[in-house]
């Protein structure tokens, strides 16, 4: 399928080490925005303000009030930072890790990149979903485009690309899982049609706190007759 100045192909193996990087650092951007929201929320404020305040009234020293302030904002930080990283690292060790068999021999897995000037610069996947009623759905993952060629469409190709896919097997929707920290993905899926079902957090010690969840939507693939 070509559009504009780009097209959208199956993965190969020698877009391997491409595809690993732009997955991990398009995920692991979103920590900013993520840390940002849960800091916005009165709890972690309530915390970082006696995080100062406890160690100063009990030593009465200013300088290990701060410095106690500052190590656990930048525990917060990398705290924050590893919501993101366990999902890379497991995803990384998991289904990224042997692409071609996860992804290219097995019915109902699909993963494509989008190439541009001879360079992969966008990828998504297509697996069956797992969710609880979900037998005749497929899932859109792993969707990141480079910063370098962002804006231009190829999100909204590639989502095309695995609509297409499910409603050639048959299937009755596209479902996918997205965090609070992937604004733009937020307006993406949702300018393309798909409708927010559910949130639930994170199964990380801190996902609660900083109410860190994955927002699931769908996309009710058109019969025929509509
Ligand atoms: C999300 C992402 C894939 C979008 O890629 P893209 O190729 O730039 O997106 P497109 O050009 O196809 O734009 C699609 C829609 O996204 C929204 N969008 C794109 N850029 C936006 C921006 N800077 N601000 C707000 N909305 C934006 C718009 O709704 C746009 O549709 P429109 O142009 O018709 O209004 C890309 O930003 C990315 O890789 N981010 C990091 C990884 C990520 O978040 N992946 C999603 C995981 S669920």
Redesign the pocket.
């Given at each position: 399928m070509t559009t504009c100045d780009y097209s959208i192909r199956l993965y190969k193996d020698s877009d391997y080490h491409t595809v690993r990087k732009l997955f991990a650092e398009?995920?692991l951007?979103?920590t900013r925005v993520a840390f940002e929201h849960g800091l916005s929320l009165t709890r972690v404020r309530l915390f970082l303000v006696a995080v100062f305040f406890v160690p100063f009234i009990i030593t009465g020293s200013l300088i290990s009030a701060i410095i106690t302030f500052l190590l656990i904002f930048t525990a917060l930080w990398f705290g924050t930072r590893d919501l993101y990283g366990s999902y890379v690292r497991h995803a990384l060790s998991d289904d990224m890790l042997d692409i071609q068999k996860y992804y290219l021999q097995r019915d109902g897995y699909c993963f494509w990149v989008v190439e541009s000037a001879g360079e992969v610069v966008?990828m998504v996947v297509a697996i069956p979903s797992s969710h609880p009623g979900g037998e005749n759905h497929t899932e859109l993952r792993r969707?990141?485009?480079a910063k370098s060629?962002?804006?231009?469409?190829?999100?909204?190709?590639l989502c095309r690309t695995v609509i297409d896919f499910a409603r050639e097997r048959g299937c009755s929707a596209v479902f996918?899982g997205?965090t609070v920290g992937?604004?733009?993905?937020h307006?993406?899926y949702q300018?393309m049609g798909f409708k927010e079902q559910h949130s639930e957090f994170l199964q990380h010690p801190l996902a609660k706190f900083v109410d860190f969840k994955f927002f699931f939507y769908k996309y009710d693939i058109p019969t025929a007759k509509q």
């Open positions: 398009g995920t951007e979103h966008g969707m990141a485009v060629h962002r804006g231009r469409g190829m999100a909204k190709a996918l997205t992937h604004q733009v993905a307006s993406l300018r």
